[in-house]
C-alpha cells in the first residue's frame, strides 16, 4: 500500500513537472499494453455473458469503429466524418444491449441516456463530444472496479480510487503544484523524450482549442494525464489480479493464452511500437487509435451491462 502511495505521489509530481514529456511517453510505452490488457480483461469477465447473437452484433459495429478511424489513417474519409460515424456506432452499440439492460430500470435509464447523449453529441459538436468521452474514459476503471469488487471492500476500493481519479487531478488542475514545483526551477511543460513538437501540438487531445491560450489550460491538461497514467496502472496492475484465478477463457470471445504469456506477448509488442512512436510519433499515433477506439467504445456497452442484474 505505502509503495502505491509512493508511486502516486512520484507521478504526480513527474506529470506536473514534465506533462508533455509524461503524455506522449507513457502513451508510446503502454498504450498498445493498456489497450490489449484492457481487451483482455473485459472478455474474459463480460464474454461468457453474451449469447452468439449479441457477440456478432457488437463484433460487426466495432469492424465499423475500425474502419472509420482506418479511413481517416488513410485519408478515404475525413476526421469529422470519421467522427460523426463513430458517435452513431456507440449509439448502436448501446441500443444492441437494450434487451440486458431492459433487466433493471437503472441500467435501461442510463442506457437511453448515453445514446440519446451520443446522438446528440453526434449533430450539436462531435469534436467535444469526443472530447468528453476521452476525458470519461480515463474512469473506466471505477466502473469495473465497482462491478467486480466484492460488497464489504466496495467502499473502500471505490473512495481509494475516487481520490485517486478525481480528488488529485482536481488538486493539479488548481495549479498550485505546478507554482511550487515551478518556483523551485523543477518544471520544464515543453520538455519531452520523444520528437513530438510542442506542447500545443497535444492540447487538443483533451483541452477544446478555443480554450488552449488560456492560464488554465497547462494545468488541466497535466491533470488528464495524470488520470490517463492511473488509468494505465490500473489496467496493467490492479484489473488483472481481480479476474478469479483460471478465468473461464474457454467461454471467452478470443481464446487469450494465460496470463504469463500474455504479458510476455505484449511487452514485446510494446517494444516495438515504442520504436514506431520514435520513428514517426504522428503515424504511430493515426494506428494506434485504431486499436484505442474499438477498447474505448466496447468498454461503454459493457460498463451499462455491469449495471443490470445477471440472468
Do not use: K
Amino acid at each position: 500500500m505505502w509503495l502505491a502511495a509512493a508511486a502516486v505521489v512520484v507521478t504526480l509530481g513527474v506529470v506536473v513537472a514534465f506533462p508533455l514529456a509524461v503524455y506522449t511517453t507513457t502513451l508510446a510505452a503502454f498504450g498498445l499494453a493498456h489497450v490489449l490488457s484492457e481487451l483482455r480483461y473485459v472478455d474474459l469477465r463480460f464474454g461468457p455473458r453474451f449469447g452468439r447473437a449479441l457477440r456478432i452484433q457488437l463484433g460487426v459495429l466495432l469492424v465499423g469503429v475500425a474502419g472509420s478511424r482506418l479511413g481517416v489513417v488513410t485519408g478515404l474519409i475525413s476526421g469529422m466524418t470519421a467522427l460523426r460515424i463513430e458517435l452513431c456506432l456507440l449509439a448502436a452499440l448501446v441500443g444492441v444491449v437494450f434487451p440486458v439492460l431492459a433487466r433493471s430500470r437503472l441500467s435501461l435509464g442510463v442506457g437511453l441516456m448515453v445514446g440519446l447523449g451520443a446522438l446528440a453529441g453526434m449533430a450539436l459538436s462531435p469534436i467535444h463530444t469526443l472530447l468528453v468521452l476521452a476525458l470519461a474514459h480515463n474512469l473506466t476503471p471505477l466502473g469495473f472496479l465497482a462491478e467486480v469488487l466484492p460488497p464489504e471492500r466496495r467502499a473502500v476500493g471505490l473512495g481509494l480510487g475516487f481520490g485517486v481519479f478525481v480528488g488529485i487531478p482536481l488538486v493539479i488542475a488548481t495549479g498550485l503544484p505546478y507554482s511550487v514545483l515551478a518556483s523551485a526551477g523543477l518544471a520544464a511543460p515543453e520538455a519531452a523524450l520523444l520528437s513530438v513538437g510542442s506542447l500545443s501540438d497535444h492540447l487538443h487531445v483533451y483541452i477544446p482549442r478555443a480554450f488552449h491560450e488560456t492560464p488554465w489550460a497547462l494545468h488541466a491538461f497535466s491533470a488528464v494525464v495524470f488520470a490517463q497514467c492511473m488509468h494505465y496502472a490500473a489496467v496493467l496492475h490492479v484489473l488483472p489480479r481481480l479476474l478469479p484465478d483460471g478465468a473461464d477463457a474457454s467461454r471467452s470471445v478470443v481464446p487469450w493464452p494465460p496470463q504469463a504469456v500474455f504479458v510476455g506477448a505484449i511487452a514485446l509488442a510494446s517494444v516495438a511500437f515504442l520504436g514506431v512512436f520514435a520513428w514517426d510519433f504522428g503515424q504511430a499515433r493515426g494506428v494506434y487509435g485504431i486499436v484505442a477506439a474499438v477498447h474505448a467504445w466496447v468498454e461503454v456497452p459493457l460498463l451499462l451491462v455491469a449495471l443490470a442484474p445477471r440472468a
